[in-house]
C-alpha cells in the first residue's frame, strides 16, 4: 500500500486529528447561533495572541493578508518602505507597484539580515506612509530582528507592517510589546491548520489610518467592509468559510492552552535539536547563526548532491520535503519544523535524510544526525 509522505515542507505543515475532523463536520449556516459563537471565540483568541485592537480573520492565502495590510494603509503615489530577507519580501514591492505604491526596497545576499543601521538611515533621509518587514523568510529562513526594527519604526512614528506568515503562533509578535501596526498572517503554518484562512491584526494607529484614507481601490479587501462583521459575526458582507473558521478555532484554543511562551520555547527547542543533528552529518544552513529562525530551516546541499534527486529518494523514505526558491533554487532544501509537530516527526526526519544521503553516496557516520538530535533534544 503506498503512504503519503510525511509533510514537512514549511507549509503547509502536519494537522493535528481534531482540526482536522472540524473541517469534515456538517456546515453551519454563517449566521447560526452555535457559529457565530465559534467565530466570536477564534477572533478574540487571535487578539489575545497578537496582543492586537482589532482582528480580521477571513477566507484566503497569506498574499491576501498582504494586499490588505498594505492598502488599507496607504493610497496610490505614497512611499513604503520595504526591507526584504528574501523571495517573500520581495514579493511586497512588487504587489506596492500593482497600486501604484512607490517601493524603496533594503535588501541583502541570502540567509543575511538587513542591518538596523542602513534601515535607520532611510527612515532619516525620507518620509514613508508606512515600512514593511517579513519576520521570518521562508526561503532563506532568515529570521529579521524584529524588537530592532520595530523600534526604529516607534522611533520615526513610521506606521510598521509586519509579514508574520511564517512566524505567527511560534515566535513572539505581541504587537503592544514590539509596537507594530498590522500584522498579516495565514493558517497553513505554525496555526497547522488547512490553507485557507488569512489573518490581518491590526492596532488602534491602523486603524485610524484607514479612516483618514477615505475611498481606497479595494473592495473585498477593505477593512472597513469587514471590521462590522469581526465585531458581529451574525451581520454579512461576504459568506465566510464556516469549516475553516471552525478549525481555526480549534488551533487557536490549542495554541492558548499550551501557552504562548511554552509554544515558543517548544519551537526553539525543536529548531536546535534538528539543526544539531544537521551539523552532525556535515550540512550547515544557508541562513546566518545570528538570524536562523525556529520555525524552519534552509541547508545548503553538500558538493554532489544534486536537488531533485534529493528530494525524490527523501519521498521515497516518506518525507517530503521543499526545494529552494528564487537565487536559492536547487542549492538548498528547506524544513519546516512548527505547528503541532514534536520529536516523531523530527526524527523521522532526520532518519530519513540520513538515509537518503547514504543512499546517494555522501560520507558521514551513518546515525550521527540522530545521535546529536537525541543529545540537544534530551
Ligand atoms: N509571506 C511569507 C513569509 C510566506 O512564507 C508566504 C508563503 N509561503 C507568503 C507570504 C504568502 O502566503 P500564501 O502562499 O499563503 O499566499
Not at 458582507?237 to 490549542?254: C, D, G, K, Y
Not at 544539531?276 to 538570524?291: Q, S
Not at 536562523?292 to 520535503?321: H, M, Q, W
Request: one cysteine or more.
Amino acid at each position: 500500500m503506498k503512504r503519503e509522505p510525511l509533510v514537512m515542507i514549511p507549509g503547509p505543515t502536519p494537522v493535528a486529528g481534531p482540526v482536522l475532523d472540524a473541517m469534515k463536520i456538517q456546515t453551519y449556516g454563517h449566521t447560526y447561533g452555535g457559529f457565530v459563537e465559534i467565530y466570536k471565540e477564534c477572533l478574540a483568541g487571535l487578539k489575545q495572541i497578537f496582543q492586537a485592537d482589532a482582528v480580521i480573520a477571513i477566507g484566503g492565502a497569506g498574499t491576501l493578508s498582504m494586499e490588505m495590510g498594505l492598502v488599507n494603509v496607504t493610497k496610490p503615489g505614497d512611499s513604503v518602505l520595504f526591507i526584504s530577507h528574501g523571495y517573500f519580501g520581495d514579493r511586497y514591492p512588487e504587489m506596492a507597484k500593482a497600486f501604484g505604491i512607490k517601493a524603496d526596497v533594503l535588501t541583502t545576499e541570502p540567509g543575511k539580515t538587513v542591518c538596523l543601521e542602513s534601515i535607520e538611515a532611510k527612515l532619516k533621509a525620507h518620509e514613508y506612509s508606512a515600512m514593511a518587514l517579513t519576520h521570518v523568510d521562508t526561503s532563506s529562513g532568515a529570521m529579521a530582528d524584529l524588537a530592532g526594527v520595530a523600534s526604529l519604526a516607534t522611533k520615526y512614528g513610521v506606521l510598521f507592517i509586519l509579514d508574520g506568515v511564517c512566524a505567527s503562533g511560534a515566535i513572539d509578535e505581541d504587537m503592544k510589546k514590539h509596537g507594530i501596526d498590522i500584522v498579516v498572517t495565514t493558517c497553513q503554518k505554525a496555526f497547522a491548520v488547512p490553507p485557507g484562512m488569512t489573518m490581518v491584526s491590526l492596532s488602534e494607529r491602523a486603524l485610524e489610518r484607514r479612516e483618514s484614507l477615505g475611498t481606497i481601490p479595494a473592495y473585498y479587501t477593505d477593512f472597513k467592509n469587514w471590521l462590522p462583521v469581526m465585531q458581529n459575526p451574525t451581520l454579512y458582507f461576504a459568506t465566510p468559510p464556516v469549516n475553516h473558521i471552525v478549525a481555526l478555532n480549534l488551533s487557536v484554543r490549542e495554541i492558548l492552552e499550551e501557552g504562548l511562551q511554552a509554544r515558543y520555547a517548544r519551537h526553539e527547542k525543536m529548531s536546535k535539536a534538528f539543526r544539531a543533528g544537521i551539523k552532525a552529518i556535515g550540512l550547515e544552513p544557508v541562513t546566518c547563526a545570528h538570524a536562523l529562525a525556529p520555525t524552519l530551516s534552509v541547508i545548503k546541499y553538500p558538493e554532489g548532491i544534486d536537488d531533485a534527486v534529493f528530494r525524490k529518494t527523501l519521498e521515497d523514505n516518506g518525507v517530503f520535503c521543499a526545494g529552494g526558491v528564487g537565487s536559492l533554487k536547487g542549492k538548498v532544501f528547506r524544513i519546516g519544523h512548527m505547528g503541532s509537530i514534536g520529536w516523531p516527526e523530527l526524527a523521522t526526519t532526520m532518519s530519513a535524510i540520513e538515509l537518503t544521503l547514504k543512499q546517494m553516496g555522501h560520507k558521514f557516520d551513518i546515525g550521527a544526525g540522530m545521535g546529536a538530535m537525541e543529545q540537544a533534544w534530551a
